[in-house]
């Protein structure tokens, strides 16, 4: 099946900072999604991006779909944006089974 | 804030008790999906519901099953608890048209 690799699986940033997290996934994707888990556990959907940019705020994302990677970039952290960020890709057989894969996730520290 | 509700929010069972954990969909989403996830992890994909029927399943044994009644809303039961079943459990729901999947707060699951 389908691997998903994030890097790097920590990140400590200082308050301001910018800063890029990295998803590969081994195999063709029909959904790529980025999500923050916050300390609570809420999963919150930052994009839905299975090729292409897209821009949201301080938040963007971009997914090179030939080359199976997508980038999460976060410019002028804030305290915040700590917590989990997640990677999650559906595969492309799956039909209408929406099921996604996950990677393991980069845990961020946004320190004041 | 998702649309999606998870209930209870905590539970504590001891080994070989059963539990059932419900969720509630957003508005016009026919498809349910649960998921698993330990400490530390990603999430892990339990089964999916489209339509009262269960169309989809990950590597987990019969004594996780699940339910989709009418309004969507659905049910995780699992039987024979285990302690490696202690984690938190996500439920994701998305409209048939998209395959976007939106997360509960989850409900975490201690077994003793």
């Known amino acids: 099946g389908i691997q998903v690799e994030q890097s790097p699986p920590d990140l400590i940033l200082q308050e301001g900072a910018n800063s890029t997290l990295r998803c590969n996934f081994s195999d063709s994707v029909n959904n790529l999604q980025w999500f923050h888990q916050n300390p609570w556990g809420q999963l919150i959907n930052l994009f839905y991006?299975?090729?292409?940019?897209k821009q949201n705020g301080r938040l963007s994302a971009t997914t090179v779909a030939t080359e199976r990677y997508s980038l999460l970039y976060i410019s002028s952290s804030q305290t915040t944006d700590s917590g989990v960020y997640f990677c999650a890709v559906g595969p492309p057989d799956a039909g209408n089974n929406r099921k996604l894969i996950w990677g393991l996730g980069t845990s961020l520290a946004v320190n004041p | 804030e998702t649309g999606v509700t998870q209930s209870p929010t905590h539970l504590i069972k001891t080994r070989g008790q059963q539990v059932t954990l419900r969720c509630s969909s957003q508005?016009?989403?026919?498809?349910v999906s649960w998921y698993q996830q330990a400490l530390g992890q990603g999430p892990q994909f339990i089964f999916q519901?489209?339509?009262?029927?269960?169309?989809g399943r990950g590597n987990f044994p019969p004594r996780f099953s699940g339910l989709q009644f009418p309004n969507y809303s659905s049910e995780l039961n699992v039987n024979a608890l285990e302690l490696d079943d202690s984690a938190l459990y996500l439920c994701?729901?998305?409209?048939?048209?998209?395959?976007?999947?939106?997360f509960g707060a989850g409900t975490r699951l201690s077994v003793l």
């Open positions: 994701a729901s998305s409209p048939g048209t998209s395959t976007i999947q939106y």
């Open positions: 508005s016009g989403h026919n498809t």
């Open positions: 519901y489209y339509r009262e029927e269960e169309n």
């Open positions: 991006i299975p090729s292409g940019t």
